[in-house]
């Protein structure tokens, strides 16, 4: 089991374009296939995971604990109650930054790897140790960023150290696409982004504002029943990383009122 | 040039601000990454010292006409080192370039 295992790094390099988001929907998703997936909160700085999964309350022992031998792994790892399949180990408090090495963390990964199919690791924002620990403990990277400046300019710093190591492969994510914008030509397009980055495209995922209700409810959106834009493109990505043979979401074939087709209209090359 | 530009351009209102963005992150990435690039002049000086010293303990280098660089293609960063050998150091000529309007085929052969 254990080389089989996908530990799988969520990183960004830009804090704010989606990556604990991400991870958790893709989490949920991957266990709800029935794959064992464990979600690991790289972020000791400012832990979120645990809030977007709704077990905030739930948390006893943490990474810290399981490294320090105050408990056993299957103590610290805290299951979804819907999702059996799926288990969140909590990141420590903000001064395991201080001692926490790159061989921490891979050893926290090892451990998870025995029991899991797959682990995800909800990297920090930046490139600095917090970054390069979570790196030590993955054998896979999917790199989130937005369609904008920012996003792309720090998403290309993190691949140039991705590219240093030894992690293959390295998958990218768009997140927080506006198609209608897009067709305006007001927005960096998918293949501008994927361009410049040169990463194959795991998928792309909607801007939703479903996103930020599934968040204030602790309930991410591939857990819940309803339909939603960003949901759709989250199960995408999730059959994609299984290795199932689904076409990316083409942002140009959503949005089906007049304007969004005039929009496509316009868009037409004409020489 | 798609419908929308052509209108755009037909009226003299400005471009989408897509392709601004576009060709902003493009200068910007290709200073960025030079950047990441130049912060190790100094070390690719110090490793460039090292690698002759080592060299230089089994064969006789061509000193003049030794290079060593980084290279980068499509994200791929090489180190390049071409170190022209003139002969062994136990007096043998083992070695040569492959190169073959080098100097050091010349010195040989003297």
Redesign the interface.
């Known amino acids: 089991m254990a080389e089989n295992t996908r530990t799988i790094l969520i990183c960004s390099g830009k804090g704010g374009v989606g990556k604990t988001t991400l991870t958790a929907n893709l989490g949920i998703a991957l266990a709800n296939s029935g794959a064992t997936t464990a979600v690991l909160d790289a972020d000791f700085g400012l832990r979120n995971l645990d809030l977007l999964l709704g077990l905030e309350n739930r948390i006893i022992y943490t990474a810290q604990d399981v490294l320090d031998k105050n408990c056993r792994l299957d103590q610290a790892l805290v299951r979804h109650k819907k999702e059996p399949n799926l288990a969140l180990l909590p990141a420590g408090d903000p001064r395991m930054l201080d001692w926490m090495k790159p061989e921490d963390m891979k050893k926290i990964s090892d451990l998870l790897s025995e029991k899991f199919d797959f682990v995800l690791v909800d990297c920090p924002a930046g490139v600095e140790d917090g970054f390069k620990n979570a790196l030590a403990a993955c054998k896979e990277a999917i790199v989130v960023t937005n369609p904008e400046l920012s996003a792309v300019r720090d998403a290309d710093r993190v691949i140039g150290i991705l590219n240093t190591s030894d992690i293959e492969p390295i998958q990218l994510v768009i997140n927080r696409v506006r198609p209608n914008m897009m067709a305006s030509q007001e927005m960096l397009s998918i293949d501008d982004v994927q361009g410049i980055l040169s990463l194959p495209l795991l998928g792309i995922v909607l801007e939703d504002e479903q996103v930020i209700i599934s968040t204030n409810r602790g309930e991410p959106l591939t857990l819940t029943d309803g339909r939603s834009p960003a949901k759709k493109c989250y199960l995408n990505v999730s059959q994609r990383l299984t290795g199932k043979d689904v076409p990316i979401i083409d942002p140009k074939n959503e949005g089906k009122s007049l304007k969004d087709k005039f929009m496509r209209l316009m868009q037409t090359k004409v020489f | ?7 755009n351009k037909l009226l003299g209102r400005e471009t ?4 601004t ?2 060709e ?3 200068l ?2 290709a200073h ?2 030079v950047d ?1 690039n130049s912060l190790t002049t100094d070390l690719l000086d110090k490793m460039r010292k090292e690698i002759l010293d080592v060299v230089a303990k089994y064969v006789e280098i061509d000193f003049e006409e030794v290079a060593v660089s980084l290279e980068t293609e ?3 960063t090489a180190l390049v080192a071409n170190l022209p050998i003139k002969r062994t150091v136990a007096g043998e000529i083992k070695f040569k370039k492959n190169d073959k309007n080098n100097k050091s085929d010349k010195d040989i052969k003297k």
């Open positions: 040039m798609t419908l929308r530009d052509l209108i989408a601000s897509a392709n963005a576009r902003r992150l493009q910007v990435l960025d990454r990441m499509d994200r791929m």
